[in-house]
């Protein structure tokens, strides 16, 4: 585990993560970069573009930034804007799609350090932006 101390990420700092069609992470701390046990950053996906049906190890926070999406859990669909939140326990299946004209910008919080996607369609288990952790997962 990484000590833990007070840091500030500059925007230089920040690595920006490639997830495919165009959907791209920021992450700003998890347990392996700053010690923490919550894993922070965003996810922005261009307009009219979603994340595959998928749950965590972990409960999980959203809060919209910008833009407009719909949050679907149990196979419903319910919007979500601006400064709106969803929680999502840990185990639920679920996705987000921007629905919005604009990209939409996705502040993530988990409850872990480290966190794995396992997507619905497949049950393939990835560790959250590993290689394999893709917008949609491979075919």
């Known amino acids: 585990m990484t000590e833990k101390k007070a840091t500030v990420f500059r925007q230089s700092d920040i690595k920006v993560f490639d997830r495919g069609n ?3 992470t920021k992450l700003f701390c998890n347990e392996k970069r700053c010690g923490a046990q919550v894993t922070t950053g965003t996810t922005t996906l261009p307009a009219g573009r979603s994340v595959a049906l998928h749950y965590h190890n972990c409960d999980e926070q959203i809060v919209i930034l910008s ?5 679907e859990v149990h196979g419903q669909r319910r919007p ?3 400064m709106e939140v969803a929680y999502i326990p840990q185990g639920e299946v679920h996705c987000f799609h921007n629905t919005g004209e604009a990209e939409l910008v ?6 872990a350090g480290e966190v794995t996607r396992t997507f619905a369609a497949t049950g393939e288990t990835v560790v959250h932006l590993d290689e394999g952790d893709l917008a949609q997962p491979k075919s």
């Open 22 to 24: 165009g959907v791209t």
């Open 67 to 71: 833009g407009q999406a719909d949050v």
């Open 106 to 111: 996705m502040l993530f919080v988990y409850d």
């Open 80 to 82: 979500i804007g601006p």
